[in-house]
């Protein structure tokens, strides 16, 4: 497996195997792998020669007051895992090699990245579609992995590629979860033993959502309160938003026609956790 630094580097690998006909798939990640985003490097590496996974904490998606500075780090675990299920390539750069002195250039997507995790951290979806359009251009892959658990920034994502002719197919890649049902993600981290327990009320939140749904309610004001009401019989809940919008618009819904996106974003103490489903009418 390959470690490149710089944006360089990447190019020549990149460029060596386009020459062989091979098939690029790429994992954009911040590091600190999981089971979830071993999920998508297996995927990509079972529908591609060649995967590639960058690993970069992007500064330009935080907000002033967020945990830029104690996000969790670990890139010898990172190699490991990326190794281990199948990677070519780790592009790791330093912060300075995609944003040099002088950067001024942002993509900016309107409409998806309004509301939910948009409307709670104003700029982030800049600073998401930024990296990521840099990405595909250093990367130049055929299929992109992306996990579900990022909801709307999946939708984003596919609006962005579409909008901006990247020729890179998006794949959305299931929620990896505990076996007790919470999200796999870095910042679980964060927490504490009694948080952790605490944290399971997102997915229980959800799961009372979904049982609604299943038993044929269509109006999403009840299930959103339900939700909300499950997710605050934890004491140490706070409630950011709990959303049910279009999965590909983002836009909210009154009423459940074909598909509904229910996701939610919740603190736990000072960790903000976001989880959701999608239900698709059969
Ligand atoms: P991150 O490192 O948090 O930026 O995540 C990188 C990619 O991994 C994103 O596409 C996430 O949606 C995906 N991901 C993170 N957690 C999970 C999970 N529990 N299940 C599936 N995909 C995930």
Request: glycine share 6%.
């Given at each position: 497996m390959n470690i490149a630094k710089t944006i360089k580097e990447t190019r020549q690998i990149v460029q060596q195997w386009k020459n062989e006909n091979l098939t690029i798939g790429f994992v954009p990640t911040m590091g600190y792998l999981h089971e979830g985003h071993a999920s998508l490097i297996r995927r990509a590496a079972e529908e591609n020669d060649r995967v590639v996974v960058s690993v970069f904490v992007n500064p330009i998606q935080f907000g002033p007051s967020e945990d830029l500075d104690?996000?969790?780090?670990?890139?010898?675990?990172?190699?490991?895992?990326?190794?281990?299920?199948?990677?070519?390539?780790?592009?790791?750069?330093?912060?300075?090699?995609?944003?040099?002195?002088?950067?001024?250039?942002y993509v900016d997507v309107e409409g998806t990245s309004k509301g939910l995790c948009g409307g709670s951290r104003p700029g982030h979806f800049r600073g998401v579609c930024t990296?990521?359009?840099?990405?595909?251009?250093?990367?130049?892959?055929?299929?992109?992995?992306?996990?579900?658990?990022?909801?709307?920034?999946?939708?984003?994502?596919?609006?962005?590629?579409?909008?901006?002719c990247f020729p890179v197919r998006i794949v959305g890649c299931p929620i990896v979860r505990e076996s007790d049902g919470l999200a796999l993600s870095s910042r679980n981290n964060y927490l504490n033993d009694v948080e952790r327990k605490a944290a399971l009320c997102l997915s229980q939140g959800l799961d009372e959502g979904l049982r609604l749904i299943e038993n044929g309610e269509r109006n999403t004001h009840v299930i959103k309160s339900a939700v909300r009401k499950k997710i605050e019989q934890e004491p140490l809940a706070r409630v950011d938003y709990v959303e049910a919008v279009d999965p590909n618009t983002i836009q909210g819904i009154d009423y459940i026609k074909e598909s509904i996106l229910c996701a939610v974003a919740v603190f736990i103490g000072n960790t903000r956790l976001i989880d959701n489903f999608i239900w698709e009418e059969a």
């Open positions: 104690k996000y969790p780090r670990d890139i010898e675990m990172d190699k490991r895992i990326c190794e281990a299920n199948g990677a070519h390539l780790i592009f790791v750069p330093g912060v300075d090699e995609l944003y040099p002195f002088g950067f001024s250039t990296v990521v359009a840099k990405l595909f251009h250093i990367v130049q892959p055929d299929s992109a992995f992306f996990g579900m658990k990022d909801a709307q920034q999946l939708a984003v994502i596919r609006r962005m590629t579409e909008d901006l």
